[in-house]
Structures are given as C-alpha cells and as structure tokens.
C-alpha cells in the first residue's frame, strides 16, 4: 500500500498487548473475581465506536523527488572569448535576460567584409540590367546574333544569384555577431557559472552554465502497480470512486512534518510499469513563486480526491501492529476484549482524526476499542462507553494560563 511512517502510539499498543496477552494466559483468577477477603473490582470502562459503513474521502502518500519544470543548459552558438558574464549565480532571471558576452570583433570585420562585397555585387547586376537594356531592342531588330543576346541575358542572372548569395553570407554573419550575447532561453534560476571572463569558448562543446525553471515545480513519485491493481477492482466493484478527469489535488509534505503552501494537481501519470520497481511514474504540478521548493529535494507528496464507498474505517489509534499484521480489539457480544486481525486500505481524515480504511476482518455494527488498552486484557470483560460520550464527560486539561 501507500508509504506512511508507523505511528508510535502503534509500537505502544503492540508492545502492552503482548505483554498482557503473557499475563492473560498465566492469569488463573476468574474474571471479576478478587482475592479471598476483599471486593471485586467493576469491570474497567473503555472507550469504544460502533463500525459503520459511509463514503469516506481517502489520501495515499508517497515518497516523492522535486524537479524542475524546465532546464535549459547555456552553451554558445559561435566560438570566442568570454569577455564578461552579467548575472550573479543563483539569481532569478527572465527569458531574454543577457547571461554573457563574447568578443564579436572576428564576426564583425566578415560582416563588414561581405557588405562590401554586396556593394560590388550589385553594381555588377546595375551593369549587367544595363547592357541587357541595351541590347534587348538590338536583338527584336535583329541587328545582334542569338548568341550575344544569351550571354548577355546569362549574365544578369548570374549578377542576381551571386547578389542572393552574398546577401545569405551576410544575413548568416549578423546572426554570428548576435550569437556573442548569450541571453537566457527561459525564466528561472541561473545556476553554478562553469567558465569564467578571458577563457577561449570553443562552441557548443562548451557549457557555461544552467537554468532551473522552478516556478511552477515539478515533483515525480512512483504508483505501486499492486495499489493501483486494486483501485482498479475497487472502481469495477463501485467501491471507489476517483476524482472528475482523475485530477487528483497534490499536497506537499516537506521533511518537518509540515505541509508547503499551495496545492497543486496530478498532470501526468506514465501508462508503462518500470520493471525494477513496480511503479508507474506519475508527476504532480504546483506553483512554487517563492522557489521554497528545490529541484533535488525529497517530499511526501499526499494525493486527495479519491473517494471509499461504503468503507468501513477506525481511528489510526485503534489499530495495533503485531507480528502476524495490523489487529483490531473487538469488544464482543459479551462485552470482552478479543483481538481480530484486520487488513488495512487507505488512510483517511474523519473528523479532524486520522484513521484507517479497514479492506476486510471487521464487520458493520461491531464494537472497536479506540482508548482505554492499557485498562483490559484479551478475553477480559469490560465497561464499553461509547468514545464520543466519553470524551465529553472527560474534564479537558488546564490551559498554561489556568
């Protein structure tokens, strides 16, 4: 199922319920009997909640990596002298920003060289125009052979096509000298700078820096293919319902405990099973503007929206882990304690308390002990009270001010 951390009331509970179930089995006294001489003891009072069967909103929570949205590596078009960088490493930049400068002076003296040769060019096709003009009525009076007429017809296009390749070679020269600035592709954050002012950049070859997008974020985490298995046949059976467009909300958990700021939704989800590890690959998308999450950093993220129906839960208390697996304290019929293996869903919030879908092992109508462990024993008769009866007749603790 989902990764959550164990609570420690669980490792509590496991520990007294096997040392009572010791004490139990050695305990010869019948129950609500006393020693010889002295009055028997009422059975102790427990707190308890009646299973029911409801739609309960569900979350599952995985071990998660934060990304990027975007990366862009910085690398120069032309070759050159890196003559001065203009950001500051770490800082926040907007697309188009400028990130370097590289000495354009080679790149400028070809432009000005072929801009000469445009000139040339185009007073050999102003000529070439010329002489056509002025052989073109010669050769409708028939005064000029064909051939001369050809040649000179030949050498106007000529004129043109070297004019057009010249032009290329200077429009191809400009982008060189503007490929001197480097200026950023996309908006982020400029990371470590790789080369510094006075080194000679060979091209592409050469990676002078990175940007991270980070706003929004990206965080990638794995979907066990058995738990989806499940919510698959959970979906057949109409047990569970996903979310409209399955666009489930994401809530990130950072390592504190505490939860980041904003919300944000499940944008992709991988339609192949990774064979290693038997997960699909899912991303979740969120709005990170004041970068408090970084690209690297290791979350939970928790998915909310999928909905049980008709689900049996209990509160996460309530639930022990043992050797044989999570169980449950039954008070029977006979108001006794007895200790029921239970297999266990998806975690939910029920009334601001944490609690556990139970998949099977319990039945609607039965009694779960939630407080009072410590008080019974397995096959000790008890005092059922009702939790939330009980809880209001509990006095609250004094505040520090009272």
Known sequence: MSVFSQPSSVVRYSSFFFIALALSACNKTPQG??????????PPEVAVITVKAQNTPVHFEYTAQVAASKEAEIRARVSGILLKK????????????????LDSANYEA???????????MQARLNQAERNLSRIKPLWEQKVVSQK???????????SQADLKGVQAQIKQARLNVSYTQINAPISGVVGLTQKNEGTYITGSDVL?????????????????????????????NGLFKAPSNNQYIAKIKQADGSFYGTTGVVSFTDVAVNANTGTTQARAELANPQYQLRAGQFVHVVLEGGERLNALTVPQRAVIEGPMGKMV????????????????GEWATINNTESWVI???????????????????????????????????????????Q
């Open 110 to 120: 070809v432009v000005n060289n072929l801009e000469a040769q445009l000139a040339s």
């Open 329 to 344: 304290m039954v008070v029977n019929k006979e108001n006794k304690i007895e200790p029921r293996p239970v297999n266990v």
């Open 208 to 236: 002078l820096t990175t940007i991270s997008q980070l706003n929004p974020i990206h965080v990638y985490f794995g979907l066990p293919d058995v738990e989806q298995q499940k919510i698959r046949t959970l979906t057949a």
């Open 86 to 101: 203009r950001y500051q490493e770490g800082q926040a930049i907007s697309a188009g920003q400028p990130l370097f400068v």
């Open 33 to 42: 009997a006393a020693p010889q001489g002295m009055p028997a003891m009422p």
């Open 359 to 401: 998949d099977s092992g319990l039945q609607e109508g039965e009694r779960v002990l939630v407080d009072g462990l410590f008080k019974a024993m397995p096959n000790s008769v008890v005092n059922p009270v009702d939790a939330a009866t009980l809880a209001a007749k509990t006095p609250s603790a004094p505040t520090a001010a």
């Open 148 to 158: 001369d007429y050809d040649d000179t017809v030949s050498a106007l296009q000529i």
